[in-house]
């Protein structure tokens, strides 16, 4: 029988970047002695996406004495201990698993810094693969991107499936023209006008997986 994937995104849906980050920030800028006025700086170079180049800028603004990618190994660390995966959502993914799911990862970002946050959250045992986007130089929303997590599964786009995001674009608009249906977390936003809308919207991936599993059971997937 065939499994059916699912592909998660990472941050803000399976794991609180978010959170994750303000509370690096307040920690980086208390370790080098930085003026709490940087905080929001710091924090904003690395609010979309942290790459080697982002603590390049980082060392130069604030004359820091190590080297950049001491810089960038530290940040890795630090993010990997600070971050977690909610344990009911960690008990879903293995949920879906134990009922036939294919589940996977798909996830824009630098490789270290992913695959560190999946390994510390316990994410990368509980999934049948990850796909990063700087593996390939293939970011989401492109379709390639979806082809190629499906594939880290064991899987192709041609069989169906289900993405999991908190982005719009990147996760809601990609998943669709990947051909797969989509769930979108919504934490309590609204989504934006004009743009065409998920299958689905629920506040949190606890949620997306408690639908995935009722859907698993023969819910007709339906539009909301």
Same mark, same amino acid.
């Given at each position: 029988?065939?499994?059916?994937?699912?592909?998660?995104?990472?941050?803000?849906?399976?794991?609180?970047?978010?959170?994750?980050?303000?509370?690096?920030?307040?920690?980086?800028?208390?370790?080098?002695?930085?003026?709490?006025?940087?905080?929001?700086?710091?924090?904003?170079?690395?609010?979309?996406?942290?790459?080697?180049?982002?603590?390049?800028?980082?060392?130069?603004?604030?004359?820091?004495?190590?080297?950049?990618?001491?810089?960038?190994?530290?940040?890795?660390?630090?993010?990997?201990?600070?971050?977690?995966?909610?344990?009911?959502?960690?008990?879903?993914?293995?949920?879906?698993?134990?009922?036939?799911?294919?589940?996977?990862?798909?996830?824009?970002?630098?490789?270290?810094?992913?695959?560190?946050?999946?390994?510390?959250?316990?994410?990368?045992?509980?999934?049948?693969?990850?796909?990063?986007?700087?593996?390939?130089?293939? +970011?989401?929303?492109? @379709?390639?991107?979806? !082809?190629? =997590? %499906?594939?880290?599964?064991?899987?192709?786009?041609?069989? #169906?499936?289900?993405?999991?995001?908190?982005?719009?674009?990147?996760?809601?608009?990609?998943?669709?023209?990947?051909?797969?249906?989509?769930?979108?977390?919504?934490?309590?936003?609204?989504?934006?006008?004009?743009?065409? +809308?998920?299958?689905? @919207?629920?506040?949190? !991936?606890? =949620? %997306?997986?408690?639908?995935?599993?009722?859907?698993?059971? #023969?819910?007709?997937?339906?539009?909301?």
């Amino acid at each position: 029988m065939q499994r059916l994937l699912v592909l998660f995104d990472l941050d803000n849906t399976l794991v609180d970047r978010r959170g994750t980050l303000a509370a690096w920030a307040a920690e980086f800028t208390a370790r080098h002695r930085l003026a709490d006025e940087e905080q929001a700086y710091v924090l904003s170079m690395v609010a979309e996406r942290a790459y080697p180049s982002t603590f390049d800028a980082i060392r130069i603004r604030y004359r820091l004495p190590m080297p950049t990618a001491e810089l960038w190994r530290a940040y890795c660390t630090d993010i990997a201990a600070l971050v977690s995966c909610p344990a009911d959502v960690l008990d879903g993914l293995d949920q879906l698993r134990a009922v036939g799911f294919r589940l996977g990862v798909a996830t824009n970002g630098a490789v270290d810094i992913q695959r560190a946050k999946l390994q510390a959250t316990g994410i990368a045992e509980r999934v049948d693969g990850a796909f990063v986007s700087e593996e390939a130089n293939a +970011g989401k929303p492109q @379709t390639r991107h979806f !082809a190629l =997590a %499906a594939a880290r599964c064991g899987t192709a786009l041609g069989d #169906g499936g289900w993405m999991v995001g908190d982005n719009p674009v990147n996760d809601i608009g990609g998943g669709r023209s990947a051909g797969l249906g989509t769930i979108w977390i919504g934490n309590d936003r609204s989504w934006p006008p004009n743009d065409p +809308g998920p299958d689905h @919207t629920v506040p949190h !991936a606890r =949620a %997306a997986i408690d639908l995935l599993l009722l859907h698993s059971a #023969g819910h007709t997937r339906t539009t909301t």
